[in-house]
């Protein structure tokens, strides 16, 4: 049987929820959908809601792409791309078409042409608006539930790290970041954080406060400019935030997403003046360029392949790291080497467990491998 959509108001009082805005009330509009609806564009949506800076409610403005073609099994894919600073949702939708073909094009456009992040104007909703977007997109029958992929350029790309950390939906698969890594608010004192309130930054962090472990088995890819003049590739202050390093970032994702050991070395990619360091086979990529604070043909190509449906490699062997004298095997020699490094809190030579610092638990981990052939 087949039911016509119904529109269900929903008003709910929240708490915990809405922690960037201080609201109490919440009200969104959803369509109420049964069997048989596809996804036919903006329209079928409802992003509504109120804060301190719109009492009376707002509306995100969205602008939506669906492919011609016949919709695959299983539905087509979505990409939800958020625009920079300044920007807004339709100015999105080539590059979304460039880095996602045959995909479900979601471009909401921000408060203020902007996304609530430290040091920007807006303090909308924005992880809650991605949220509910993403658990209305799910009821229609065009729409693939396993492969939602959130893309994001500057400001938006600070959005996409900051949905990364919050956001633990099993239908979220990727994270693309472009010209944006994570800033210090998001990653401090070893781990992730998001705001327990309003965004501020006067508070430290900006009010970054809760320590949040990301949810597991996500891709990431963040593209960076070593020459990019608005956030810079060695991290530091900009644009209202303090940045971390972009190739510490990476590394930071790569260790809670499961990689074990230090950063790995750079590897060039064919065809391009491309270089990508990459993490558990490929899952979680830094690609560095040098296109300043934009992006070029080859990092949408790489992006593009990152997001395609082809097999890619087995995760990466992670056996080994112990092995300190590389003599194939976890011996007593690569244990006084790592008791002679032991205490050492920064650039240390054999840190096993890639946090910064030799302690019991690179010491542990060792233990657990000792007398294992590397070969």
């Known amino acids: 049987m087949v039911y016509s959509p119904r529109w ?7 708490s915990a929820r809405c922690k960037q805005t201080g609201l109490t009330v919440l009200t969104v509009l959803l369509p109420l959908l049964t069997w048989g609806q596809n996804f036919s564009g903006a329209q ?22 669906i492919p011609a073609s016949t919709p695959p099994d299983g539905g087509f894919p979505v990409g939800v791309m958020l625009h920079g600073n300044g920007g807004n949702g339709p100015g999105m939708l080539n590059l979304a078409e ?18 609530n992040l430290c ?25 693939n539930d396993s492969h939602i992929r959130l893309v994001g350029l500057s400001n938006g790309a600070g959005l996409v790290n900051q949905a990364f950390i919050e956001l633990a939906m099993p239908s979220i698969d990727a994270f693309v970041s472009i010209v944006s890594q994570m800033n210090q608010a998001q990653h401090h004192q070893g781990a992730f954080h998001r705001p327990s309130g309003m965004t501020n930054p006067v508070l430290d962090f900006c009010g970054y406060d ?3 472990s ?13 020459n990019d003049p608005v956030i810079p590739y060695s991290g530091g202050g900009a644009v209202g935030n303090v940045f971390l390093p972009a190739e510490m970032a990476i590394h930071r994702v790569a260790l809670q997403q499961g990689h074990l050991g230090p950063p790995v070395p ?33 990092q949408i190509q790489f992006a593009a392949e990152f997001l395609s449906f082809n097999d890619g490699p087995s995760p990466e062997e992670e056996s080994c790291l112990e092995d300190l004298d590389a003599d194939l095997v976890v ?13 050492c809190s920064s650039s240390c030579q054999f840190d096993v467990n890639g946090d910064d610092s030799i302690t019991i638990s690179d010491v542990l981990q060792m233990i657990a491998v000792f007398g294992l052939s590397c070969e």
């Open 8 to 14: 269900l108001l929903l008003v709910s009082l929240t």
């Open 44 to 65: 079928d949506l409802s992003l509504h809601y109120a804060w301190e800076q719109e009492p009376d409610g707002w509306n995100y403005p969205v602008e939506a792409f």
């Open 98 to 115: 460039a880095i996602m073909p045959e995909h479900i094009v979601i471009a909401p456009t921000g408060y203020l042409n902007s996304w």
């Open 119 to 143: 040091g920007e104007s807006s303090d909308a909703p924005d992880i809650d608006m991605l949220s509910d977007l993403i658990s209305q997109l799910l009821a229609f029958d065009n729409v």
């Open 210 to 212: 809760q320590a949040i």
């Open 214 to 226: 990301p949810a597991l088995g996500k891709k990431y890819l963040s593209i960076c400019n070593s």
């Open 266 to 298: 750079f590897e060039d990619v064919e065809g391009s003046n491309l270089v990508a360091f990459s993490y558990l086979g490929g899952d979680v990529v830094l690609v560095r360029g040098e296109s300043g604070h934009g992006v070029n043909p080859a």
């Open 331 to 343: 011996s007593i020699a690569d244990v006084l080497l790592l008791l002679g490094d032991f205490g």
